[in-house]
């Protein structure tokens, strides 16, 4: 070691509010977030698995495109009426379809009516949902998975002491990894959104798909739709990011919010099911619990924001209502901030 | 640096600085549900000082020092850093800025490199731009040897160097106060010297120093004062060559066996008759490569070395003859031993009865 009194009199001044070392903290904590070997693996999951869907789809207009239509055009005959022996009517079972070999020309017309199926959900704006789709549910998977790590890694590896021993507020860690949580929500599904739209724009035109003008007030709602995924993946990331605060662990932080995806998943349908056997007031209440889950009312946001002028979602039969779902959705994330909060404000750190 | 360097002897009271207190803990109490893990200390740590915070394990050490970092709540008490009161969320956060510590294991982010992982503390620090962040990031890392392994993450570290590249973060922000726990711990001999050397280097710049170590010759080869803990209570304080000075004693050795235990019968019952300069006597065993006396115990006695004629003439008046009779200036390791109770198989209690047979492994 070289000596200790050079390097300190060149020592710069130490500079910075608690605002700017808040970002700055952001920034660190999203820099850590994209060095770790598991975000390349989780972004390349991502990744993959939707260039994967494409190409599954590619196939599958390639299949439906070379394959015969082998369906016939059939007609019911006129019910005929025998005599029995009996010396009355009866009529023999169902009358005999008679069926006969499409024209070319309405082969040609089933075929593009199945490749249309096939092809419109790469073709723009269509495209957009499957990608919104498919964030909502691998995105959301992955994201949680990596909040997990990077909120339970501070515990696990012991850095959460290098933080706190040299002054940096709890609060301030807190409002950085939530911030940096935002951040990653926004930025996933952006870019799954625009990817589904670079599919759109590219693979349906080459598919025979035509890019139709947008309608007006379409931007608004591809943003809106982009807020709410965005918004669904962040409040499974603060699940996330409260149970590994809570468990000081990686592990609790990725299985407990997992689990509850799950759970919801499962247990909803349930729920409805039993409160239908049920009259009455009890049955109302088991059939209304799963209204207060976290899935049903990030669905109905994601569906609701991108239900016009587009029209890639619909809520139609859907009676959970806007500021129900917003209730709900902000209830869980800002109990769970919070909860984090106390729980990093006043728990001793002895990891 | 070489390994071989003599540390540079630590001033006291290092010239040009003031002495005033930089730490000062009152009352300060940490329970972990039922168990007292720190009661009711008392600490005061001035500038300049290099202050070792002994005990053994489980005696408050790391809490302490969790405490004054801002890490673990204490149950009561205060804590009073660079005068402003640690209780205060805003008054912690200024004074922790002027502290480098490790305490227990070097934390950092295993898949990041070294340097990396020291720009993201400059940079939280608050350095004002990435140049400076640069350049200072490369000084201090060159300053613990570790310039040459910047490309590696710190998963691929030895301990040593995850120590040093804990001292590392610990220099970054030029400390008005470094708090050490272990810094040692991993070290090969050759970086345990250069620590050490480190040390009172920084000690000698005016930066003070607390460090927890079980390592007592080494606290008492760098500290200039220290705190001795025991289940967490204080049991002493204060400047090293003081302690060192009531440590002091007079070996004594015997050509016959025999009169070992008459000698200590003879001691003791001095003590009890009020030669209150006798603190304590006990059998200890020789130093390895000294003299071994027949049986292989030795006589200490707790006193100052001025005593040394007398406690002759004690002996010479009961008959007794030494075959050796030497000062015997007191060490941290013995004041420790004799502070806590505890033993290192190197002494047994004296008294009038025969001596203790030796301990295995002990010396014949």
Same mark, same amino acid.
């Given at each position: 070691?070289?000596?200790?009194?050079?390097?300190?009199?060149?020592?710069?001044?130490?500079?910075?509010?608690?605002?700017?070392?808040?970002?700055?903290?952001?920034?660190?904590?999203?820099?850590?977030?994209?060095?770790?070997?598991?975000?390349?693996?989780?972004?390349?999951?991502?990744?993959?698995?939707?260039?994967?869907?494409?190409?599954?789809?590619?196939?599958?207009?390639?299949?439906?495109?070379?394959?015969?239509?082998?369906?016939?055009?059939?007609?019911?005959?006129?019910?005929?009426?025998?005599?029995?022996?009996?010396?009355?009517?009866?009529?023999?079972?169902?009358?005999?379809?008679?069926?006969?070999?499409?024209?070319?020309?309405?082969?040609?017309?089933?075929?593009?009516?199945?490749?249309?199926?096939?092809?419109?959900?790469?073709?723009?704006?269509?495209?957009?949902? %499957? =990608?919104?789709?498919?964030?909502?549910? *691998? $995105?959301? !998977? &992955? #994201?949680?998975? /990596? @909040?997990? +790590?990077?909120?339970?890694?501070?515990?696990?590896?012991?850095?959460?002491?290098?933080?706190?021993?040299?002054?940096?507020?709890?609060?301030?860690?807190?409002?950085?990894?939530?911030?940096?949580?935002?951040?990653?929500?926004?930025?996933?599904?952006?870019?799954?959104?625009?990817?589904?739209?670079?599919?759109?724009?590219?693979?349906?035109?080459?598919?025979?798909?035509? %890019? =139709?003008?947008?309608?007006?007030?379409? *931007? $608004?709602? !591809? &943003? #809106?739709?982009? /807020? @709410?995924? +965005?918004?669904?993946?962040?409040?499974?990331?603060?699940?996330?990011?409260?149970?590994?605060?809570?468990?000081?662990?990686?592990?609790?932080?990725?299985?407990?919010?997992?689990?509850?995806?799950?759970?919801?998943?499962?247990?909803?349908?349930?729920?409805?099911?039993?409160?239908?056997?049920?009259?009455?007031?009890?049955?109302?209440?088991?059939?209304?619990?799963?209204?207060?889950?976290?899935?049903?009312?990030?669905?109905?946001?994601?569906?609701?924001?991108?239900?016009?002028?587009? +029209?890639?979602?619909?809520?139609?039969?859907?009676?959970?209502?806007?500021?129900?779902?917003?209730?709900?959705?902000?209830?869980?994330?800002?109990?769970?901030?919070?909860?984090?909060?106390?729980?990093?404000?006043?728990?001793?750190?002895?990891? | 640096?070489?390994?071989?360097?003599?540390?540079?002897?630590?001033?006291?009271?290092?010239?040009?600085?003031?002495?005033?207190?930089?730490?000062?803990?009152?009352?300060?109490?940490?329970?972990?549900?039922?168990?007292?893990?720190?009661?009711?200390?008392?600490?005061?740590?001035?500038?300049?000082?290099?202050?070792?915070?002994?005990?053994?394990?489980?005696?408050?050490?790391?809490?302490?020092?969790?405490?004054?970092?801002?890490?673990?709540?204490?149950?009561?008490?205060?804590?009073?850093?660079?005068?402003?009161?640690?209780?205060?969320?805003?008054?912690?956060?200024?004074?922790?800025?002027?502290?480098?510590?490790?305490?227990?294991?070097?934390?950092?982010?295993?898949?990041?490199?070294?340097?990396?992982?020291?720009?993201?503390?400059?940079?939280?620090?608050?350095?004002?731009?990435?140049?400076?962040?640069?350049?200072?990031?490369?000084?201090?890392?060159?300053?613990?040897?570790?310039?040459?392994?910047?490309?590696?993450?710190?998963?691929?570290?030895?301990?040593?160097?995850?120590?040093?590249?804990?001292?590392?973060?610990?220099?970054?922000?030029?400390?008005?106060?470094?708090?050490?726990?272990?810094?040692?711990?991993?070290?090969?001999?050759?970086?345990?010297?250069?620590?050490?050397?480190?040390?009172?280097?920084?000690?000698?710049?005016?930066?003070?120093?607390?460090?927890?170590?079980?390592?007592?010759?080494?606290?008492?080869?760098?500290?200039?004062?220290?705190?001795?803990?025991?289940?967490?209570?204080?049991?002493?304080?204060?400047?090293?060559?003081?302690?060192?000075?009531?440590?002091?004693?007079?070996?004594?050795?015997?050509?016959?066996?025999?009169?070992?235990?008459?000698?200590?019968?003879?001691?003791?019952?001095?003590?009890?008759?009020?030669?209150?300069?006798?603190?304590?006597?006990?059998?200890?065993?020789?130093?390895?490569?000294?003299?071994?006396?027949?049986?292989?115990?030795?006589?200490?006695?707790?006193?100052?070395?001025?005593?040394?004629?007398?406690?002759?003439?004690?002996?010479?008046?009961?008959?007794?003859?030494?075959?050796?009779?030497?000062?015997?200036?007191?060490?941290?390791?013995?004041?420790?031993?004799?502070?806590?109770?505890?033993?290192?198989?190197?002494?047994?209690?004296?008294?009038?009865?025969?001596?203790?047979?030796?301990?295995?492994?002990?010396?014949?």
């Amino acid at each position: 070691m070289t000596q200790a009194t050079a390097s300190t009199a060149t020592a710069p001044a130490i500079q910075g509010n608690a605002f700017t070392q808040t970002v700055r903290l952001t920034g660190w904590v999203l820099f850590s977030a994209r060095r770790r070997i598991m975000s390349k693996v989780l972004g390349g999951v991502l990744l993959g698995l939707f260039v994967v869907i494409v190409a599954l789809v590619v196939v599958a207009y390639a299949v439906t495109a070379n394959s015969p239509v082998n369906e016939q055009n059939c007609t019911s005959a006129p019910v005929t009426a025998t005599e029995s022996s009996g010396g009355g009517t009866t009529v023999n079972g169902p009358p005999p379809e008679q069926c006969q070999p499409l024209t070319p020309a309405e082969q040609q017309q089933v075929r593009q009516q199945r490749l249309e199926s096939v092809r419109e959900p790469v073709t723009f704006p269509n495209s957009l949902a %499957l =990608a919104g789709g498919y964030t909502t549910f *691998i $995105g959301l !998977i &992955l #994201l949680t998975i /990596l @909040a997990g +790590a990077v909120v339970g890694g501070e515990y696990g590896t012991g850095t959460i002491r290098l933080w706190f021993s040299r002054g940096v507020g709890r609060g301030q860690l807190v409002a950085a990894q939530v911030i940096a949580l935002v951040l990653l929500a926004l930025l996933i599904s952006a870019v799954m959104l625009a990817l589904g739209a670079l599919v759109g724009v590219t693979i349906g035109p080459l598919l025979g798909g035509t %890019l =139709a003008a947008l309608p007006a007030g379409s *931007i $608004g709602e !591809i &943003l #809106l739709y982009w /807020l @709410a995924i +965005a918004l669904t993946l962040f409040a499974y990331a603060v699940i996330a990011f409260f149970m590994a605060t809570l468990g000081r662990s990686t592990a609790a932080g990725i299985a407990v919010p997992l689990g509850f995806f799950l759970f919801e998943v499962i247990v909803g349908p349930i729920l409805v099911a039993i409160g239908m056997l049920f009259q009455g007031t009890t049955g109302e209440i088991v059939r209304h619990i799963p209204d207060w889950f976290l899935s049903p009312n990030t669905s109905y946001l994601v569906s609701r924001a991108s239900e016009s002028p587009i +029209a890639l979602n619909s809520v139609e039969g859907n009676t959970l209502g806007l500021p129900h779902a917003l209730f709900v959705v902000a209830l869980y994330c800002v109990a769970l901030i919070v909860l984090g909060l106390v729980l990093t404000q006043r728990r001793d750190v002895t990891d | 640096m070489s390994a071989t360097e003599e540390t540079p002897p630590i001033p006291e009271t290092p010239p040009g600085a003031a002495r005033e207190v930089v730490l000062r803990t009152e009352g300060l109490t940490k329970r972990y549900g039922v168990r007292t893990a720190v009661n009711n200390l008392a600490l005061e740590v001035r500038r300049g000082d290099v202050f070792g915070l002994l005990g053994p394990n489980g005696s408050g050490k790391t809490t302490t020092l969790r405490m004054l970092l801002g890490l673990v709540w204490p149950l009561a008490g205060s804590i009073s850093l660079f005068g402003e009161n640690m209780a205060s969320t805003a008054s912690r956060r200024a004074a922790l800025k002027r502290i480098g510590a490790i305490v227990e294991q070097p934390s950092f982010y295993p898949f990041l490199t070294g340097p990396e992982n020291l720009h993201g503390i400059a940079t939280f620090a608050g350095m004002p731009d990435n140049a400076t962040t640069r350049a200072r990031v490369s000084a201090v890392l060159e300053q613990v040897g570790l310039a040459e392994r910047d490309k590696d993450s710190y998963r691929k570290y030895s301990l040593g160097m995850k120590q040093r590249l804990g001292i590392a973060a610990a220099l970054l922000n030029s400390p008005d106060m470094m708090i050490l726990d272990e810094p040692t711990n991993g070290l090969d001999p050759a970086g345990m010297v250069e620590v050490r050397a480190l040390i009172g280097q920084l000690a000698t710049s005016g930066v003070t120093v607390m460090l927890a170590s079980h390592l007592l010759h080494e606290v008492q080869q760098v500290c200039t004062r220290v705190a001795i803990l025991k289940e967490g209570n204080l049991l002493a304080q204060g400047a090293v060559s003081d302690l060192l000075a009531t440590s002091s004693g007079v070996v004594i050795g015997f050509a016959d066996a025999e009169q070992l235990p008459r000698a200590a019968g003879a001691l003791l019952q001095a003590r009890d008759a009020g030669a209150v300069w006798l603190r304590d006597v006990r059998y200890v065993l020789p130093e390895p490569g000294a003299w071994t006396p027949p049986g292989g115990w030795l006589l200490r006695v707790d006193a100052s070395g001025d005593h040394s004629g007398e406690i002759n003439a004690l002996l010479a008046g009961q008959g007794i003859y030494a075959a050796e009779l030497r000062r015997s200036e007191g060490n941290l390791e013995q004041y420790f031993l004799a502070l806590t109770g505890a033993t290192n198989g190197m002494t047994a209690p004296a008294s009038a009865a025969a001596a203790p047979a030796m301990p295995q492994g002990g010396q014949a």
